[in-house]
């Protein structure tokens, strides 16, 4: 198994920056991407961005593109979230997840291709 904590969220402004860890522990060299899905309250989860762990490659949802980077530390095993110019949508409960494979960018923006899931953080972002 693979654990997942993720951190660095909280209460900020419209137009702040905030930066989500997620750091992994357990059988790690089993990771072959990691991804941020976020979830509002009554809605369903959805994708935010997704990283190949080994080449680094990265794929975002339309909407946070130019705002949003992922990237990771391979020796602390951590994935982050660099957010950028925050809005109000983007106020969700942020969950980081372990893949052992990668399919296809329609495949892996879907939460039900991860194996593994943190306990969430929570992001709001204020008018």
């Known amino acids: 198994q693979v654990h997942l904590v993720e951190s660095g969220g909280g209460l900020v402004q419209a137009g702040a920056s905030l930066r989500l860890s997620c750091a992994a522990s357990?059988?790690?060299?089993?990771?072959?991407?990691m991804g941020w899905f976020r979830q509002i309250p009554g809605k369903e989860r959805e994708f935010v961005a997704a990283i190949k762990w080994t080449v680094g490659s990265t794929y975002y949802t339309d909407s946070v593109k130019g705002r949003f980077t992922i990237s990771r530390d391979n020796a602390k095993n951590t994935v982050y979230l660099q957010m950028n110019s925050l809005k109000p949508e983007d106020t969700a409960v942020y969950y980081c997840g372990s893949a052992s494979r990668w399919g296809t960018i329609a495949t892996m923006s879907s939460w039900d291709s991860y194996d593994y899931w943190g306990q969430g953080t929570q992001v709001t972002v204020s008018s």
């Open positions: 357990g059988r790690t060299a089993s990771m072959y991407a």
